[in-house]
């Protein structure tokens, strides 16, 4: 025997049906959800790509940097022989300039030397801005000199430093220092000079003899 039943209960406190109604809104809201999910997963995918040649640049840029760090390497051991080769034909210039003087002054030199004397170093003087611009500049051929040395007496000391003064190579002769020593139990006197240089170049040196009474400069010129 079939039993009816029959719901008397008004429609809004009926038992609503357990199956789910998506409807157009929902369609719509899930089709803008997996569109979203889509976009992020396209720049997800994007930006590890982009990761992925940024980190083949780093590489060659590394690469690059280290070809370059070798090149420039041998480009600085070219420029130091470069100043090098530079300085010595500054050197090798200078020295052909005042070649003649040079060999007449050291022939001077020796023979204003007198005996129980030796030199040990002559140096030129590193030329430096005047502190009075005003002052007037020194002539252009002439340099200060440094002369350092050892004699065993004061008195040949003294005598050398006056046949400077009385010479047509050197002015401006003073005493910078003198030292007392000792070689193998003999005092000895390590002496500096300073002095002012003149290269006098040929044509000069037939003027100042053609000026002068006796034949006080070179000998043999």
Not at 58 to 85: H, N, P
């Amino acid at each position: 025997m079939e039993m009816i039943q029959i719901n008397l209960l008004p429609k809004e406190f009926r038992k609503r049906s357990s199956a789910f109604s998506i409807g157009k809104a929902g369609l719509y809201a899930g089709g803008v959800f997996a569109g979203i999910i889509m976009m992020i997963a396209v720049i997800t995918f994007y930006q590890v790509h982009q990761l992925s040649e940024l980190d083949k640049k780093i590489e060659i840029a590394k690469f690059r940097t280290k070809q370059l760090e070798k090149d420039i390497k041998v480009v600085d051991a070219l420029i130091d022989v470069k100043e090098k080769l530079m300085k010595r034909v500054e050197a090798v210039d200078q020295l052909d300039q005042h070649r003649t003087a040079w060999v007449r002054i050291l022939e001077d030199f020796a023979r204003q030397m007198p005996e129980f004397m030796w030199l040990s170093k002559l140096t030129e003087e590193v030329a430096s801005a005047p502190a009075d611009t005003s002052a007037p500049a020194p002539p252009a051929n002439t340099k200060g000199i440094q002369i350092e040395g050892f004699s065993f007496t004061l008195s040949s000391l003294a005598n050398f430093m006056i046949n400077m003064m009385r010479s047509d190579y050197f002015s401006d002769v003073e005493m910078a220092e003198v030292t007392e020593v000792e070689f193998d139990k003999h005092k000895a006197y390590n002496y500096t000079i300073n002095a002012t240089l003149h290269y006098l170049s040929d044509s000069e040196i037939k003027e100042l003899l053609a000026s002068q009474s006796g034949p006080k400069l070179l000998a043999g010129f």
